[in-house]
């Protein structure tokens, strides 16, 4: 079994800065893909950034220059740090990884979601 622990949400005014973890642990063979979503009230669930193992990054166009995700492959850990919040980024956060269970057997999975409060 394979749990996505999620943590560093919280309610920040608007301009500030948050930072976002999102660690696997359990039956981990190895850890590919990894990204964070997030779902405000009324509306879809989006792709806010991804990050692959070898380093490769990007992310939906509201967040660029402001958002930045990396990732400590030894820890199968990624992280979201948040810059110059605005209220229109409160909304729960995901983290999402492909995770490999066998060298030949790979699955996505989602941590429990960690919400984001940004006042005006």
Known sequence: QVQLVESGGGLVQAGGSLRLSCAASGSVFSVNTMGWYRQAPGKQRELVAFATVGGTTD??????????????????????????????????????????????????????GTQVNVSS
């Open 59 to 112: 992310y939906v166009d509201s967040v660029k220059g402001r958002f930045t995700i990396s990732r400590d492959n030894a820890k199968n850990t990624v992280y979201l740090q948040m810059n110059s919040l605005k209220p229109e980024d409160t909304a729960v956060y995901y983290c999402n990884a492909d995770v490999s269970i066998t060298s030949w057997s790979t699955v996505t999975y989602w941590g429990q």
